[in-house]
């Protein structure tokens, strides 16, 4: 397979062993690491690998290639007929609009500029929009484009240095919403101009809230490419820490909830290394943060909170693979106190995430059917979710691969 994601001339013709272990050596990945990420041995890892064994049931097929980051299944299984996205949901409407307007910079403009409050003002209300629709990339789809450009315009028309640097801010938080829209779009390199562009913007705003949604959203980015951009993910969050620290004696509550979401961030990335001790103790420490903001505080950009704790404990046991821990943390967390549609659906993405690792596959559908019914949008574009449901509607059991089956289909995953 070639850099780009491409199979090469000839790949297709390599065995499944072969080509796992291709893939596993390109992600930068130690058999020792994939076997406990699959709860195997590494044994079995190695004797798959040079084909002394046969290649695995469907349900361990899609273990491997959410291990592995695999964007497209054939190119785990070399079978064009299984050319399936696994973590990329269709394209929106509103994506090519969404990209016109980041990769447009007119150089004149007869249009009178925003200021930075007015444009502030539509950007909170977007961010309220989000968290309260169900349907949150049509909202955001619709809104994009033209804060985008208008954010762009204020910055170019600003004529004193303090305008400037507010401009800069409005405009690093409006390329961070559209990072949300764009996260699992079928454009990759457009996510990155967006994460990236966002910083930059931050950066000369010399705003710690916008630097530090800025590098928030980074981390994520370089932490969701695979384990070769781990140290990247970690770099970022550390370094945003440092910058913060100065600031948060005497910090908002805005600026110290990012500082949580940005030690949770290091919670998150520990964990899928599989550090166990060094994930959870990152978790106590931004719980600690997350004890010092108001009781009914919710940060709108990356919903940190006192009440995202529980959310986030079932991230880390996920991701560190316990399907027993994730099981009861997920019993503990109160999904009724976080108020945003998008994240109440994420939770449940990863609570049936949970529920999967610990064999309880009908409570996981059920689950990814709660989501559903919280927002369609986060499930139908997510791909943990859509992955899950794909193995569940090839179950031997016919209840669960019809209930996983007519959700797939709602979501638009399979035709009708």
């Not at 785990?76 to 269709?90: A, C, E, N, W, Y």
């Not at 909170?124 to 994009?144: F, M, T, V, Y």
């Not at 695979?226 to 550390?238: K, M, N, Q, S």
């Amino acid at each position: 397979m070639s850099s780009g994601g491409t199979p090469d001339p000839g790949y297709t013709s390599v065995v499944f062993g072969q080509r796992m272990q291709l893939l596993r050596e390109r992600r930068g990945m130690t058999r020792e690491v994939l076997a406990g990420l699959l709860g195997m041995s590494v044994d079995w890892v190695k004797d798959l690998e040079r084909g002394r064994s046969r290649p695995p049931a469907v349900d361990v097929v899609f273990r491997i290639a959410g291990a592995l980051r695999v964007r497209d299944l054939a190119d785990l299984t070399g079978r064009p007929d299984q050319s399936i996205d696994l973590f990329v949901g269709p394209g929106h409407p509103q994506l090519a609009a969404v990209r016109q307007a980041v990769d447009a910079f007119p150089f004149t403009s007869t249009e009178t500029p925003p200021r930075p409050a007015h444009l502030a003002a539509r950007l909170a209300r977007a961010w309220s929009a989000r968290h309260s629709a169900p349907n949150h990339r049509d909202i955001l789809g619709a809104l994009l484009p033209d804060l985008i450009r208008d954010a762009q315009l204020a910055v170019r028309a600003a004529d004193t240095p303090t305008d400037w640097r507010a401009a800069q801010a409005v405009l690093a938080e409006v390329y961070s919403l559209a990072q949300f829209f764009v996260a699992y779009q079928p454009d990759a390199p457009l996510l990155w101009r967006v994460a990236d562009r966002g910083m930059v913007a931050a950066q000369q705003s010399d705003d710690p809230h916008a630097v530090g949604i800025s590098a928030w959203l980074l981390a994520q980015a370089h932490r969701d490419t695979g384990p070769a951009h781990y140290d990247t993910a970690d770099t970022v969050t550390r370094d945003a820490l440092a910058y913060l620290r100065p600031h948060l004696p005497d910090a908002d509550d805005h600026v110290l909830a990012i500082a949580g979401a940005l030690e949770f961030e290091a919670a998150y990335t520990a964990a899928r290394r599989g550090q166990k001790g060094d994930a959870w103790h990152r978790w106590d420490v931004a719980r600690a943060m997350a004890d010092r903001l108001p009781g009914d505080y919710f940060h709108p950009v990356t919903s940190f909170s006192r009440a995202i704790m529980g959310a986030h404990a079932v991230t880390v046991a996920v991701e560190l693979h316990s399907g027993p821990e994730s099981v009861r943390q997920a019993a503990r967390a109160d999904l009724s106190t976080i108020p945003s549609h998008p994240r109440r659906a994420r939770h449940r993405i990863e609570e049936a995430r949970g529920y999967r690792l610990d064999g309880q596959h009908e409570a996981a559908v059920a689950t990814l059917e709660k989501a559903h019914e919280v927002a369609p949008d986060t499930i139908r574009y997510n791909g943990y979710a859509r992955s899950l449901l794909l193995e569940e509607a090839e179950s031997r059991s016919a209840a669960r691969r019809h209930r996983a089956s007519d959700l797939a289909v709602r979501i638009g995953l399979l035709a009708a």
